[in-house]
């Protein structure tokens, strides 16, 4: 197969996934929104918000391993622009390939630190609430948490 071919097909399911995750978000937002106490439990096709809420992770994976994937296939265009970038105003001569790829190496090292800094500081945040009886699954009943005193 043609590398033109492979970068379509693999941005076109890009696409698609990253259309499925919009339609899926804004349908859990406005559409199908969470239960409050005793209301109606609402669906759609046969899906309540839970299972809209599982198609639209499995779409995020998919999304990221499809961006994964399209680097991969850039990624001699990545390492040329992030030397471009750092060397940027420096007269000498061009980095060679292998300087280009550890550039490109030790920026995809600080995006992948970046997204795992995230992850560590947002867990670190979490309180435990005892439930409320608020609906099941992601309720939102009235929160019995109280800090230490």
Known sequence: MRKNTLNFIVDLAGLLAMLLMAFSGLLMRFVLPPRR???????????????????????????GALL??????HWRWVCTTVVGF???GEAGAPATAGVRCLWGLAFAVLLVALVGGMLW????????????????????GAPTWQPDR
């Open 37 to 63: 106490g005793s209301g109606p439990h609402r669906t759609l096709w046969g899906w309540d918000r839970h299972d809209w809420g599982d198609l639209h992770f499995w779409a995020a994976v998919a999304l």
């Open 68 to 73: 994964v994937l399209h680097v991969v296939l």
């Open 86 to 88: 750092v060397r940027r």
């Open 121 to 140: 500081f947002a867990s670190s945040g979490v309180q435990v609430e005892a439930d409320a009886g608020g609906g099941g699954r992601g309720g939102r």
